[in-house]
């Protein structure tokens, strides 16, 4: 079986992939699939590879062979994985739940070309936030492929590479010059060169790989995550069901039986968005209210009515104080976030 090469990366990925592709020449013997985190928007990266890579590239499309000399993009909002069909792989796209807030994600391309190649592929994380990539390299690792990461010194967002390097026996730390060639070495090495590449390595699939397998393509049940995990006490931010938290080795993960799923970093980072949009529709109810007793204020001293005019001055002052204090608090969590994260 030839051997795949799987690359993810979000934020300064594109830069490391204008140095990487260049080195690949137009005969290399295994296909290469990227996820870079689009979203849903109208992308050009296909474009912007392709007009310094030697190899074919563009979007990946739903049921395609997978075959050596072609470069295949994850198209925008739909996950990129691979299937094993009679010895033979194929593309797969799905629309299904978002992993990491992501949508293509970079976990779910991973973690299925490890159930399809085992051995023979190859996972490269490259500049990026959060920590996307890690678990996918994980599980590449657990069927006895190879991990690369980009030297988190050199990317220009280092969360990424960093988070690899922490949660995974990772193979090579190379710099995006040195990525291409040491690709061209390993494809082409009839057996890997990593002392390493054993360790850890279980018979057969993971039953955790296959089970999330069958989650991002909406096939799993709450069933399959009580073999993986425990429930918590959390919910999801995407669709407010329990969230099971997953129970093998670090970074701590968190999934629902409707197949989102997020490490603990990413999952505080949509709390803290959640926290901060609630406050601030708390602040424009304020202010509204606010303008509400300031008009009823100002009708009832028209009026003559000053008892019932100084009641709603007074709510009006508290209304103010109390959106300035909310305020407060918006400030004062951007800065605890940012000496968390500096």
């Not at 994985?81 to 799905?94: D, F, H, I, P, S």
């Not at 129970?247 to 989102?260: F, S």
């Not at 901060?276 to 008009?295: C, M, V």
Request: proline share 6%.
């Amino acid at each position: 079986m030839s051997k795949i090469v799987l690359i993810g990366g979000s934020a300064g990925a594109i830069k490391a992939l204008r140095i990487i592709l260049p080195t690949l020449p137009l005969d290399f013997p295994s296909a290469v699939l990227i996820v870079t985190h689009i979203g849903a928007h109208k992308s050009i990266v296909p474009d912007i590879l392709g007009r310094c890579s030697k190899i074919p590239v563009r979007y990946a499309f739903d049921g395609e062979p997978i075959v050596p000399g072609r470069v295949l993009v994850a198209p925008p909002d739909e996950h990129l994985t691979v299937v094993m069909e009679n010895g033979k792989a194929y593309v797969r796209l799905l629309h299904g739940p978002k992993e990491n807030h992501c949508r293509p994600a970079i976990d779910p391309l991973f973690r299925s070309a490890a159930s399809a190649f085992l051995e023979n592929s190859i996972g490269v994380v490259l500049s990026g936030y959060l920590d996307d990539g890690t678990v996918g390299l994980q599980a590449i690792k657990a069927c006895g492929g190879l991990a690369i990461v980009q030297d988190p010194i050199e990317a220009e967002a280092l969360d990424m590479p960093a988070s690899a390097l922490e949660h995974v026996n990772v193979d090579r730390v190379l710099s995006a010059n040195e990525i291409g060639p040491e690709l061209i070495r390993l494809v082409a090495a009839s057996e890997w060169s990593s002392g390493s590449r054993h360790e850890n390595v279980m018979p057969g699939i993971p039953r955790w790989i296959d089970i999330e397998n069958r989650m991002a393509g909406r096939d799993g049940d709450m069933e399959d995550l009580e073999q993986i995990g425990k429930p918590s006490s959390l919910t999801c931010p995407e669709c407010a069901g329990a969230l099971w938290e997953i129970g093998q080795t670090g970074p701590l993960r968190y999934r629902c039986h409707t197949g989102h799923a997020y490490t603990s970093t990413v999952l505080k980072a949509l709390q803290l968005d959640s926290v901060e949009e609630a406050i601030w529709g708390a602040i424009r109810a304020l202010h509204e209210q606010e303008q509400l007793f300031r008009k009823l204020c100002q009708r009832e001293r028209q009026s003559g009515n000053a008892q019932s005019a100084a009641e709603y001055e007074a709510k009006m002052t508290q209304a103010r104080a109390h959106s300035r204090a909310l305020r407060d608090v918006v400030a004062t969590r951007r800065l605890v976030v940012k000496d968390e994260t500096s």
